[in-house]
């Protein structure tokens, strides 16, 4: 199922660390609308505010937009988002949307907007399913506690008048995994996931075949040897940056394996960048 009701808690009763009145705030939000469409990534976020949008509006009133295509990560978190989307079929309509981005002018160049271009394209494309379904409004999953200012979708969602209800009601990423938690979304725990591309260095151009690539690299790797990781191409080669427990603890790094991983398919790994956490927030060390 997409959620259940904790064994230790009752739905009057927050956890720690889940902000009751930002949540009622967010339900408050999602209710201007009669009707709403909501872009759904597969991601925890997009997961709450939907389960939030239907709580708030009914399922029959709530529309999950999924966009299919290359950029999306293979293995873990693609079985995890169909799951979702299987169970949230039975809540509300759901609709998945195939996408091409390779098609939108300019952004295999990978410039520095390329991430304007490609939400402009996908969430023009999602408004327009959304009007046919009685909806004028589009919701984002975007946080308190994302940086805007370095995302050019952003500039593309306020261009297309895209709602960010979590944003709005002042919910950030620990009130987030803490609800998903508590309601049982099967991706509470699930590492934050970017589109492939982000895996290219800017200005490096982005092609299928690359694309399809890395998919596999990232599938296989966070299958066996790594639980929190992107990979990077670059014109100095593959590299990887480590989060999660592999970055806290060197002890589950295995740096050989990986490199025997990267020589069995033909490549070589250039080098790990590991990210350990700190107070105030990431630190890099970099290894050759």
């Not at 982005?206 to 990077?232: K, V």
Request: proline share 3%.
């Amino acid at each position: 199922m997409v959620w259940k009701k904790a064994a230790s808690t009752t739905a009057c009763e927050p956890d720690a660390g889940e902000d009751a009145s930002s949540f009622a705030a967010a339900r408050e939000i999602l209710r201007r609308s009669r009707r709403l469409a909501v872009a759904f990534s597969g991601g925890v976020d997009s997961a709450v505010l939907l389960h939030l949008a239907i709580d708030a509006l009914g399922g029959a009133n709530v529309l999950a937009l999924h966009a299919r295509s290359l950029l999306f990560p293979e293995g873990r978190h693609r079985r995890i988002c169909d799951e979702l989307l299987a169970d949230f079929s039975r809540l509300c309509l759901v609709r998945r949307v195939d996408f091409s981005p390779l098609e939108i002018t300019g952004f295999t160049a990978n410039p520095p907007e390329r991430c304007y271009l490609c939400k402009k394209r996908m969430y023009g494309e999602f408004l327009r399913l959304a009007r046919q379904f009685g909806a004028v409004t589009l919701a984002d999953g975007i946080n308190a506690d994302d940086d805007i200012d370095s995302r050019p979708g952003w500039r593309a969602m306020q261009e297309l008048a895209v709602a960010a209800p979590l944003r709005e009601a002042g919910i950030g990423k620990a009130a987030i995994r803490v609800y998903a938690r508590r309601h049982g979304l099967i991706n509470h725990d699930l590492p934050s996931q970017s589109c492939l591309a982000t895996r290219f260095a800017p200005g490096l151009p982005i092609d299928e075949a690359a694309l399809r690539l890395i998919a596999r690299l990232e599938a296989d790797l966070g299958e066996s040897l790594l639980s929190d990781f992107r990979l990077r191409l670059s014109a100095a080669g593959w590299g990887i940056e480590v989060r999660g427990a592999e970055a806290e603890d060197a002890d589950l790094l295995d740096e050989a394996a990986i490199r025997q991983y990267f020589r069995q398919n033909g490549l070589e790994l250039a080098g790990l960048i590991v990210c350990r956490s700190q107070r105030n927030g990431l630190i890099e060390e970099k290894s050759k």
